[in-house]
């Protein structure tokens, strides 16, 4: 049999393994027996040099001078017999069992072979010089105390850039004991910037003087910088950069942990800003967000560095006060804040002016976990909202109220679609003759389990919950209605309509108006707009938009409860209103409180120089009606005139007055 070369084989117990020679001929040897440990040992790319006794079927030719001085190399599932030299002669056996002498005629071919090897070693050798100085990942050679031997270009870039840390982090790496240590550190370059990398360090050698570590350094700061962006997006709220409700959550359960640890107290508030859907209704979500920003930015300025303010959502917002836990130390920074937000704000040339609504709940003494103080913090921020104080911290009695606030709240659309909701009537009186001059529409609930609930039982509802905007367009409907039956019955008499501050940022509100009116055949004066002195000068360009497009429609605007609110006359003047209506408390009090007989003159000089009609709420008796008239009051309203009456109720008042026209009590 004729090969391209010699083939020598070897076997052992374990390893199966073959040698080329490259030499021509067909002669096999039979068995090295004796190399079963070497052969046991080698692993790939492992080079041995060894003395070979000559074996032929496990017997040594002792007779056969000399050995085979050879390098024996393992190639990952090929052993090459590689000729460095001989001292002898080695005989071989054919196939036939022949004695072959191949020592000397194998050494001139072996010495090729390992030209070839040599010169594939080189190229593989330059291959990874090649991608050593050229890779972005930093890598180095470290002796066992901790020194670098040699660096690529990556690597001496990175410790050049370095302040000192991350230089003092690979040698203690370096001399780290264990075979193999990953770590990523964070370190300053020279330039005051952060930069992170990620490293590898494994033991080339166990122990002794040629013991070393390479160490592989790769810059990771973008990915860091990235998982940190993903991070702050996940805790912030990315509107105004305040920390979210989640985050919001864990630092609250951390200061719970502190306070109960130093037995301090801590306080949590939660506010929201009044009216704010009006604005974003409106002027739009644009002017919305910037003003969300704005205050974001003034709540931060209240606070100190230990508190925290967070966003919510919407136009909520929580701060986090530690060791604040007494009432006045709460209620002081909750007047902080509020002053803070009443400062007017400049958004895109438009002047707003906002308030807050402010609820507190403490740890200890109202609970001690997040999901309690959150919760009793937000009934508390309703009843501020309620009350109208802007502040409130927690009681009993206010949470009590809240499950059935929070029942009619959800109550209220489905009382609408059905009809639950009712208007009932009071005249408006000319002090002169006592005859009715207009009639004022007063919304009541008929619920099916309550009662006849009163406006001040759910209209404050409707406002937190943004429902006033369809309930007064409800209104509206109902009562434009009515007024063309009265007129229809021979009453010529305008009806009234009290409107909201969030009525007034209805930008579809002249259009249903105006629909409104064309459907029944009314002229624009048979209907007048109530609105409070309040709402009118919280935000006085925006109702003089929207009245100015009444006016034009031929609507009368009368300002509500004048005299309790912060009128600037200067804007009462400019105002398109016809009716100035004199708040009740005021006027019930004239018979037994002489200052308040004065207010209620001047109040009336005040509006007459106006050119305004001066109307007199809660008229209780006669005694009361004669001095407003001594006053030079015009109108009158209250229970002298007439009780608010159901509409049939007040078509047989009008009835009963045509047949009697004087003024008497209702009662």
């Known amino acids: 049999m004729t090969t391209s070369g010699l083939d020598v084989v070897g076997r052992t117990r374990e390893v199966p393994v073959s040698w080329r020679l490259g030499v021509t001929g067909g002669c096999y040897l039979g068995y090295l027996g004796l190399l079963a440990p070497l052969w046991a040992a080698l692993g790939p790319g492992t080079a041995v040099l060894a003395v070979l006794p000559v074996v032929v079927a496990g017997i040594t030719l002792g007779a056969v001078p000399g050995a085979v001085v050879a390098l024996l190399a393992y190639f990952g599932g090929a052993v090459t017999l590689m000729l460095a030299g001989h001292a002898g002669a080695a005989i071989l ?3 036939e069992g022949i004695p072959m002498l191949v020592g000397l ?3 001139g071919l072996v010495v090729g072979r390992l030209r070839d090897l040599g010169q594939r070693m080189e190229q593989d050798r330059e291959g990874l010089q090649l991608i050593f100085e050229n890779t972005s990942i930093g890598v180095g050679r470290y002796q066992a105390d901790g020194r670098l031997e040699q660096g690529n270009p990556a690597l001496l870039t990175l410790l050049d850039e370095d302040a000192g840390m991350l230089g003092s982090g690979l040698r203690a790496m370096a001399r780290d004991s264990r075979r193999r240590v990953h770590r990523e550190i964070r370190y300053t370059r020279r330039d005051g910037s952060e930069a992170w990398v990620a490293v590898g360090v494994v033991k080339a050698h166990g122990s002794g003087e040629g013991a070393h570590s390479i160490a592989t350094v790769e810059n990771i700061t973008v990915r860091k910088v990235q998982e940190a962006a993903l991070e702050h997006m996940a805790l912030h709220d990315p509107l105004t ?4 409700r989640t985050l919001l959550g864990d630092r609250l359960r951390q200061a719970l942990l502190t306070a109960q640890r130093d037995r301090e107290s801590l306080s949590l508030l939660i506010m929201d800003i009044d009216r704010f859907k009006e604005i974003n209704d409106t002027l739009g979500h644009h002017i919305g967000d910037l003003l969300l920003q704005e205050t974001a930015n003034r709540l931060r300025e209240c606070l100190r560095d230990s508190d925290t303010v967070a966003r919510l959502g919407g136009d909520e917002f929580a701060v986090i006060l530690p060791a604040a836990g007494e009432g006045r130390t709460v209620e002081r920074m909750a007047a902080k804040l509020v002053d803070a937000l009443a400062q007017p704000f400049v958004i895109e040339a438009t002047e707003l002016r906002v ?3 402010i609820g507190a709940a403490m740890y200890p003494a109202h609970g001690d976990d997040v999901s309690t103080l959150t919760r009793l913090a937000d009934i508390a921020m309703y009843e501020a909202k309620r009350s109208g104080t802007g502040f409130a911290v927690y009681s009993a009695d206010a949470g009590a109220g809240l499950p059935l606030r929070l029942a009619l709240a959800s109550q209220m659309p489905a009382a609408m679609d059905k009809d639950q909701l009712v208007l009932h009537f009071q005249p408006k009186a000319a002090i002169g003759s006592g005859r009715p001059v207009a009639i004022e529409a007063l919304v009541r609930w008929e619920h099916p389990s309550l009662g006849l609930l009163p406006p001040d039982r759910f209209i404050p509802l409707a406002e937190e919950t943004g429902q006033i905007k369809p309930l007064a367009r409800w209104v509206l409907q ?3 209605a009515e007024c063309a039956r009265w007129r ?9 309509v009290n409107l909201s501050g969030r009525n007034l940022h209805d930008a579809g509100l002249p259009r249903l108006i105006d629909e409104l009116l064309r459907r029944h055949e009314l002229p624009g004066r048979m209907l007048q707009l109530e609105i409070t002195e309040t709402t009118l000068m919280t935000d006085p360009e925006v109702a003089m938009h929207l009245l ?3 006016i034009e429609m031929g609507v009368s605007v009368a300002i509500d409860d004048f005299g309790i609110g912060y009128s ?7 105002l398109p209103v016809g009716e100035l209506k004199i708040d009740k408390s005021f006027v019930s009090e004239m018979t037994t409180d002489p200052s308040s007989g004065v207010i209620v003159r001047s109040t009336c000089d005040l509006g007459h120089n106006l050119g305004l009609v001066v109307l007199a709420e809660g008229v209780e008796d006669r005694e009361t009606w004669e001095l407003l008239r001594e006053h030079g009051v015009d109108l009158a309203q209250g229970y002298f005139v007439s009780r608010p009456l159901p509409g049939p109720a007040l078509m047989e008042w009008l009835s009963n007055f045509k047949q009697k026209p004087v003024v008497v009590s209702a009662s």
Do not use: C, F, Q, Y
């Open 478 to 480: 109902r009562a434009i």
């Open 241 to 244: 950069g305040l920390p979210n």
């Open 355 to 357: 308030d807050l609504s």
């Open 93 to 95: 056996v054919t196939p």
């Open 105 to 107: 005629v194998a050494v």
């Open 548 to 550: 100015e497009s009444m």
């Open 488 to 496: 229809a019955a021979g009453w010529d008499l305008p009806v009234a």
């Open 568 to 574: 600037s006359l200067a804007h009462l003047r400019r």
